[in-house]
């Protein structure tokens, strides 16, 4: 009985002590945590788990549990307390009507109004919350009615009744999987909850059919079996042509039930869909077949359907694709894996795990970001080895499943993995770990904000609020203060020991390791359009430079995927937007500055400016920027003094890229890529925005030569000298301006004088040397930064008499990759700075 006292549930704590044998009270530091137990001792053991909430606040501070269980199917009974019924209506303490709001979350609320009732209602509550589809049940008592005694007769509870699936349509599915040239299994939680996970493996390996798991179905096919392919879902999903999907609903992390057919020339996969009971079935999609009821009788009788065939489908040549793009994934996770990184990157934490995990562990993920790396790099040997909030996604559950995990498992590891957002829900809970005597290893990725809300706020806005937390919190610190141990680590090197420290512990342990928040996987929308559970990053949307060569989402499928260019646009906010005159203009700040910090930092000389081995500089002829023909590319412009959050005309500034023409490749069209316009009255002076001048006034200190355009004509209509500069076709500033947008970051250049724009070229070639860069606020984007070669650029330059010369300096041509994108190549980053 999981509980925190009140005394409006006395009698079931003297019920407890007094039973034979008594009944083991665990009591909690908030009511969140008992019901979270009581939902994950239903999901561990199949049966239904007990919480004992007092009234009032102790129901509702348990309701975001009840509702995880009804979205999960967990088996859980929750006993309310209710204010006295001889009382009712005249203002009691805590007196609330608690099963109307509990009635939308569980599968029955309702109040047994006399003692005699009582036993008789709990048997029911239990039965039918262990019974498919099952869920969590309400049941309050009123206060005066559960002091009181009655003398009933009690039959016995019913055994589990166990509904037959309909043969006709178990034979159909059958003759799908005959016709079937690509088919994937996909098997969900409520296989293991049904008890059906023999008879799951029995399918898989009887037929030979690829499958993917998810949720608590993780552990049903053993983590590196070869027909296990979760590793590669996107593959699997986009290229299957029947998809049976068992014990799991169509919702979005399914994609609604709908995979493949986005490429031009193909069709959506034929969907079978097959669950413990029929209200389960999908109503919204469009399936090929269904069926529903016991799952053991479901999956044994589509097997035999398909062995009783006149003759057996051939799916190896589809299997070994599948298995190759699994071998490929791990190969690129290797990288992640081991990664040296400085902040720690997340994965490097699984690398370290992974290997000290039994065979009989449970692990727990409480998290967003850094749960979603668990999520693809921790297998289960075993069914009912792993524990997660489910579709509801509720933060706060994993210190109650910790808890209910070391009860009913108290020889296996419990290991609970933490998000930093997560563990500020329920660390306090660590106290009942102590009190209880739960060794419980927890693992805490702290990062610091709410990584994957920060994200998506950027994309969407350029900005993001509330979505910071305190740097490098001191988790472990709280844990000591309760009673147990920890410790915090910053090197990669170090998070190993610490873990062996932790399991030797015998008390409650948290690792608190510090990561990279700019390592966070926000994955785009697009993945779950096109079948991706939402990993974080096993779904790169692709390299910020190149990105109409972008790689499909998931799976490390390398097709085009228009829909994740499109998000990866957005992302980079790279969409065009209207101009106040309805011009079209493109705001390219977070690729020019992420950009253009690296050349600065690179021209400073805080990193190696010499030529590569046989590598040859580029010179410029006539007058134009260098033609780097061979590497391809896009061009990219910093305006000075640009602070993000407002358009260009809005903030008073006019630049356009230098001769785009010969710096893009050979009939590459830039397109609005090409010039940045302003509005009319902005170019005269009006209505110009003021650039903070300090970072006190919230905004960071401008960077070294970066001056506002303000500060570079001075207020004020134009003069007429910088109109005219003798150039065949070209407006006199435009051209001036055109011509310094190539001069960008040269070492040694006066920073302090030279204001102009600056071009970045960006080019998607394999590094020879590579910088990894921590962006500073107000945009934060991981990425890789490499020199793959030296050019001369020539430009014009006006001195005040009026003349014009020609400059030649020599510069770097860089690339800019996503982090992952560079890992996933084997490719390590040599240095790491912060801007």
């Given amino acids: 009985m999981f509980t925190l006292s009140g005394a409006h549930v006395f009698p079931m704590y003297d019920g407890a002590v007094n039973a034979g044998p008594p009944m083991r009270i665990l009591d909690v530091r908030h009511e969140q945590t008992a019901a979270f137990a009581a939902e994950a001792t239903g999901k561990l053991t199949r049966t239904p788990g007990l919480a004992v909430l007092t009234a009032g606040p102790g129901v509702t501070n348990g309701t975001s549990a009840i509702a995880q269980a009804q979205f999960a ?26 099963p109307p709001i509990m009635a939308p979350i569980a599968k029955q609320s309702r109040t047994v109004a006399t003692a005699p009732e009582v036993a008789a209602g709990f048997d029911e509550a239990f039965t039918l919350a262990g019974s498919s589809h099952r869920g969590p049940v309400f049941v309050d008592v009123p206060m005066d009615e559960l002091f009181g005694s009655a003398e009933v007769d009690r039959p016995a509870a019913p055994s589990r009744q166990r509904t037959e699936p309909d043969g006709d349509r178990l034979r159909e599915i059958g003759r799908l999987l005959g016709e079937a040239r690509r088919p994937v299994l996909i098997l969900g939680s409520d296989v293991w909850l049904d008890g059906a996970e023999d008879a799951a493996l029995r399918l898989v390996e009887g037929l030979g059919l690829p499958t993917i798991t998810n949720g608590m179905g993780r552990g049903l096919v053993p983590g590196g079996h070869p027909l296990l392919v979760t590793k590669a879902r996107g593959a699997a999903l986009n290229g299957a042509d029947l998809v049976v999907v068992v014990g799991t609903p169509l919702d979005f992390r399914l994609g609604y039930g709908v995979f493949g057919g986005k490429e031009e020339g193909t069709s959506p996969a034929r969907v079978v869909h097959v669950a413990d009971s029929a209200g389960q079935v999908s109503a919204h999609a469009d399936l090929a077949a269904s069926a529903s009821g ?26 070994t694709e599948l298995q190759d793009s699994v071998r490929a994934a791990v190969e690129r996770d290797s990288a992640l894996l081991t990664a040296t990184a400085d902040p720690i990157h997340p994965a490097r934490i699984y690398g370290e795990l992974v290997p000290r995990l039994a065979e009989d562990a449970v692990v727990i993920g409480d998290g967003g970001d850094f749960v979603s790396f668990a999520g693809k790099f921790v297998e289960p040997q075993r069914p009912g080895g792993w524990l997660d909030p489910g579709p509801y996604g509720c933060l706060g559950a994993g210190m109650g499943a ?35 005597d739960l060794p419980v290893v927890m693992v805490c990725g702290n990062n610091s904000a709410w990584a994957l809300e920060k994200g998506p706020m950027q994309m969407l806005y350029g900005y993001d609020v509330a979505a910071d937390l305190a740097p490098a919190t001191r988790y472990d610190d709280v844990v000591k203060a309760l009673g147990g141990a920890g410790e915090t680590v910053t090197d990669p090197a170090q998070i190993g020991p610490a873990m062996d420290r932790a399991f030797a512990s015998g008390v409650p342990y948290l690792v608190n390791v510090i990561t990279d928040v700019e390592a966070a996987g926000g994955t785009p929308v697009s993945t779950r359009e096109t079948g991706e559970e939402a990993l974080g990053v096993d779904d790169d949307a692709g390299d910020l430079a190149g990105a109409d060569q972008l790689p499909a989402v998931g799976g490390g499928d390398r097709e085009p995927d228009q829909a994740a260019v499109d998000v990866q646009h957005r992302r980079l906010d790279l969409q065009g937007a209207p101009h106040r005159r309805r011009r079209e203009v493109l705001d390219l700040h977070a690729g020019a500055d992420a950009g253009l910090a690296v050349v600065e930092h690179l021209g400073e000389g805080r990193a190696g400016r010499g030529l590569a081995p046989g590598e040859q500089p580029w010179r410029a002829q006539d007058g134009q920027a260098a033609r780097p023909e061979r590497l391809g590319g896009v ?22 890229v230098a001769d785009p023409d010969a710096i893009s490749p050979p009939g590459h069209d830039l397109g609005p890529w090409a010039s940045y316009e302003e509005d009319e009255e902005v170019r005269h002076g009006q209505d110009r925005p003021q650039a903070p001048r300090s970072q006190e006034e919230g905004r960071q200190p401008r960077q070294a030569g970066l001056g506002s355009a303000h500060e570079q004509r001075g207020p004020g209509p134009r003069r007429p000298q910088e109109r005219d500069v003798d150039r065949p076709g070209r407006g006199g500033a435009r051209a001036d301006r055109r011509a310094g947008a190539a001069q960008h970051c040269q070492p040694g250049a006066d920073r302090g004088r030279d204001r102009r724009p600056r071009a970045v070229l960006l080019v998607p070639q394999p590094p020879r040397e590579a910088v990894a860069v921590r962006r500073s606020r107000p945009y934060r984007s991981s990425v890789i930064v ?12 006006r001195r005040p008499e009026g003349a014009t010369s020609v400059q030649e300096r020599e510069t770097s041509v860089f690339t800019v990759r996503s982090r992952l994108y560079l890992a996933r190549h084997g490719w390590q980053s040599s240095r790491c700075f912060s801007i």
Avoid at 73 to 98: C, H, I, K
Avoid at 298 to 306: I, K, P, T
Avoid at 415 to 433: Q, R
């Fill in 73 to 98: 199917g967990s088996p859980m009974v929750v006993l309310g307390g209710r204010a006295p019924q001889n009382r009712w209506g005249q203002g009691s303490l805590q007196e609330l009507d608690q």
């Fill in 294 to 319: 016991d799952l053991t009788l479901a999956l044994d009788g589509v097997r035999e359907s398909v062995e009783a065939l006149a003759s057996r489908p051939d799916w190896s040549t589809w299997v």
């Fill in 402 to 436: 910790a808890i209910a995990a070391r009860l009913v498992r108290p020889s296996s590891q419990v290991v609970l993995l933490y998000g930093d957002g997560a563990a500020g829900m329920s660390l306090m809970d660590v106290d009942t770990l102590v009190r209880h």
């Fill in 635 to 656: 061009v990219v412009v910093h305006l000075p003094g640009h602070r993000g959050g407002q358009s260009r005309g809005d903030r008073g500034h006019r630049a356009s």
């Fill in 786 to 797: 490499t020199r793959t070669s030296r050019m001369l650029v020539s430009t014009r330059s």
